[in-house]
């Protein structure tokens, strides 16, 4: 059976529900799916790094906070690069942070890995939203792959449903609801709680970040309607061409006005091909009509819609946060890559 | 360039579609797709058949109702077995109609193609429902696919979505709201029109048949209950084991009583698996929560739910019928034959 050996960048909560999933049903996801995966190395900021080209035993890492000095092969330097560059491994699951501005440090982890022909999957935005042409050349100059599911809706299939299941039709648009700690907060408008107060439930529910600005200005959602915008519409639009405005002005009395009208007021990151080939690409505030596919779309829950020529809108809806649906994507990834390079080599043997 | 020749068993609406797009849209489809489509038999109870192992010129066929005698290669004769088992060509586009109790004649369609060693598409729900095992057991053995996508939710992604984006996940229920035809007639219930009325509104807008039977009893949604729960569940059922209770007796009074209780009835059929491996399956009118993601799928539209480990629920929604809709589902079962068995040739040559 083929078998993948992994490096996770990253040992935060994604790559350590990926470790548990590898860990836990390798051997069931091995018979469903035909490959077995085991890694090879894990490099973490705090933890340190491990490298073990006869595969790292998971289970003990996953119980408490790991530290990775001490123990055969271990260090306490993260040493990300050589790990990235000098580890023998066939793909790179990249689950770091990003920065919104230049998409570092996940950005050079995955530059790196493509320019060592690994195959890279990454839940990170940044590289992807700012980066992603180039990265794709980068990867197909190496005969690699560069999957990104989780950039989006974590592990609900957005860019592979657009890709794999609407070939052939003319997508002409993309609006989703992107956010869940947004989509949450203006629930709680609507149930007559202030918006300071359903920011702090957000934080206190653990959806919300300290700083919750890049969830409640659109920041987040900005970054996602790029990666739609240029994947999926073909377009190469830049943080500045998605003009950004938040939900922080609504209010319970603003929820109410519109229910009144039978409409529902939804943080919608959009994308839409104009006639003359351009994008016009937004996240703003939209009260939509409660029978819209988005406006039903309710707390943590995410969704996509696309706009076709044959079918029309056909939406996609899950979670679009969580360390383990994260971890799904990297999986689903996984699965991507194998599709595409194993299919002839399993031929071949088969 | 790789070229399918196909033959169209069936030159009603959903086949005529397909002519049309291919007509239409061949040259852009082909650059897109990597793959050219030329028909060379069409087969119809009522045009006949025609037979051009070059090609048919199909925009001639498209205005008003074809009659293939007097053409070259033309006969009013459907000559239906003949055209499938004997004219050479790569796949078969079965859209002509089903018995929903044997699944006859697109069931003998069905077979005498692949056991003619012809890839098969087909939107006919009786054959995938009634025999979907046995028919993929047949492809495989002659060593082509069995596609049909458009069974369920015509063009609308649902068993591609289950069985490519959500593998390695343990999917441990479905249920959806499958035919629109029903689903417009409970809105208009919730408008206060009475069921008799609705029933006759949604047969003026072409929605309902002039025996609306299957749609409001239930009977249509049975049979793809039955192929998500065998497709995409694993289970063997057959049409006994779905129980099914139609929407007839449900009053403008029983949507107000629902609304004000925060419900929504809704057509919902469901298959989920039971702690012993078992599958229980239904079809039932269904008073859900309108937070549900199901609650809010109105008119014609169309959604399905998956049930699983990692994600939670997933829901794809978009249209359920339609023409133009169900003839895509035929080229995208076209596009996974493709992937599926030109990946090698491609590789070699490309």
Known sequence: MTRYDLALIGFGGVNRALAQLIAGRGDEL??????????VAISDLRAGSLVR????????????????????????DPRTEQVIRGVPCDIVAEATFTNPADGEPALSHVRWALEAGKHVCTTNKGPVALHGRALRRLAAEHGVSFECEGSVLSGTPVLRTARRLLAGLRISGVEGIMNGTSNYILGRLEDGVDFPEAVKEAQALGYAEADPTADVEGFDVQ???????????????RRDDVSVRGIARLTPADMRDAAARGLRW???????????????????????PVEHPLASVSGPANA???????????????????????????LSDIIAIHQRHAVLEESLHG
Chains 1, 2 share one sequence.
């Open 30 to 39: 091995a018979a469903e799916l035909g490959f077995a995966l085991r890694v």
């Open 53 to 76: 080209a006869d595969g790292i035993d998971l289970a003990p890492l996953l119980a408490g906070e790991p530290a990775f000095a001490g123990l055969p092969g271990g260090s306490a």
């Open 223 to 237: 970054l996602k309607v790029m990666i739609l915008a240029n994947e999926v519409l073909g377009a190469g639009l």
């Open 266 to 288: 939804k943080l919608v990151g959009s994308a839409a091909l104009r006639e003359d080939g351009t994008v016009d690409a937004r996240v703003a505030p939209v009260a939509l």
């Open 304 to 330: 996509v819609s696309f706009h076709t020529d044959l079918l029309g809108a056909v939406t996609v809806s899950g979670p679009g946060a969580g360390r383990v649906e994260t971890a799904y994507a990297l």
